[in-house]
């Protein structure tokens, strides 16, 4: 499985071990599992699956750069942002370029939500932004947990 330390190369760095980093090597440890589940299923899901990977990496390193970092200025952050960002437009990208998969309904139940990963730019409180995003989803979870219920809907 491709993990965190083997994309960052990560040491025994003390930011590693501050409490924002080490609960979302939780994050991390899910988004592998489901890269390592993925495999198995159909191509355009196993790929949307390392995308889905390569976001959370993102995030971990945004935070990881941000528990050693001052504030940032406003007119920094969208250079900061920037490789999160674009592993989140690259999720999109690809769901629009498979519209035609049978596994649509899986790929968009991943894009809609995975906005939820701006929650760092997000204040007060992120948590509730990052609800409302993942909601987002809701309507394509339901029509894959119909579909699947349903054989003649496979």
Partial sequence: SSGINAE???DD???DTVEAVTEFNAVVAKANAVVEK???LPSDVAEMSKLLQKVCLQNK???RVSVRAKACAPADMPIVIKPMQDAIAAVGEYRDKNRASKQFNHLSAVSEAIGAFGWVCVAPRPIDYMIEMIGASDFY???IL???KDPQGL
């Fill in 141 to 143: 979870i339901n029509r």
């Fill in 8 to 10: 960052y190369g990560d």
């Fill in 13 to 15: 760095d003390d930011y």
């Fill in 38 to 40: 993925g495999n198995n």
């Fill in 146 to 148: 119909k579909d699947f």
């Fill in 61 to 63: 390193e945004f935070l």
